[in-house]
């Protein structure tokens, strides 16, 4: 149990383009998401943390009209790039949890490339 | 504000050996503590957590990690280490203060050689 997927697993798109990423809890329904950026050989940056129904709170310098972040239901959130650039090219993990303190389950991540 | 210390960024181990990834942590309270393994461009797995009560925490691949609250370390071993253990570590903490988001260490490389 406890299996989180993220779709597309790898996207490669032009710079000014939108891209979105969807994050789904399979066996069981997650209160709580989050969505972290990994850059190369470095480790998890918390972007924002998502309940399900309420809007997404995110960490200082995320610019959160630029990343939007979904979550509308106990099995979905989604994370959606806007006007990408290179820079936001990235390796995108979410997490999911029953509730905020509980543990968290990781989606294999999706590799976002800005041309 | 909590914070996580990975003291190794790199560990290279020859197989069959024992090995310890090193954590230590800052918290103004109690404190939930996990391990993490990453292949290659892969998500997490879980190793091991430890939220409350006995402080040797078994997880697994034949890990385990002991919480040691007077030293604010949470250290990862494994007696005998395989080839395929080879990965990146992350050891994370969460709290109360931080709506329990995780917050990283910046990870341990473990390269295993035969």
């Known amino acids: ?115 | 504000a909590q914070s996580v210390t990975q003291l190794d960024s790199q560990v290279p181990v020859f197989e069959e050996a024992p090995v310890e990834l090193r954590c230590n942590y800052s918290s103004s309270v109690s404190v939930y503590l996990f391990w993490y393994v990453q292949y290659p461009n892969q998500g997490l797995q879980l190793l091991l957590k430890y939220l409350s009560g006995s402080t040797l925490v078994k997880g697994i691949n034949g890990f385990e990690a002991e919480f040691n609250k007077s030293q604010t370390s949470f250290h990862l071993r494994k007696p005998s280490v395989h080839i395929s253990d080879t990965a990146e570590y992350f050891c994370a903490v969460s709290d109360s203060n931080s709506g329990y988001a995780l917050n990283f260490g910046k990870g341990t490389s473990l390269l295993v050689t035969p």
């Open chain 1, 1 to 115: 149990g406890a299996v989180v997927s993220q779709h597309p697993s790898r996207v490669i798109c032009k710079s000014g383009t939108s891209v979105k990423i969807e994050c789904r809890s399979l066996d069981f329904q997650a209160t709580t998401m989050f969505w972290y950026r990994q850059f190369p050989k470095k480790s998890l940056m918390l972007m924002a943390t998502s309940n399900e129904g309420s809007k997404a709170t995110y960490e200082q310098g995320v610019e959160k009209d630029k990343f939007l972040i979904n979550h509308a239901s106990l099995t979905l959130s989604t994370l959606t790039v806007t006007s990408a650039h290179p820079e936001d090219s990235s390796f995108y993990i979410c997490s999911a949890s029953r509730q905020a303190r509980d543990t968290q389950y990781f989606g294999p991540g999706t590799r976002l490339t800005v041309l």
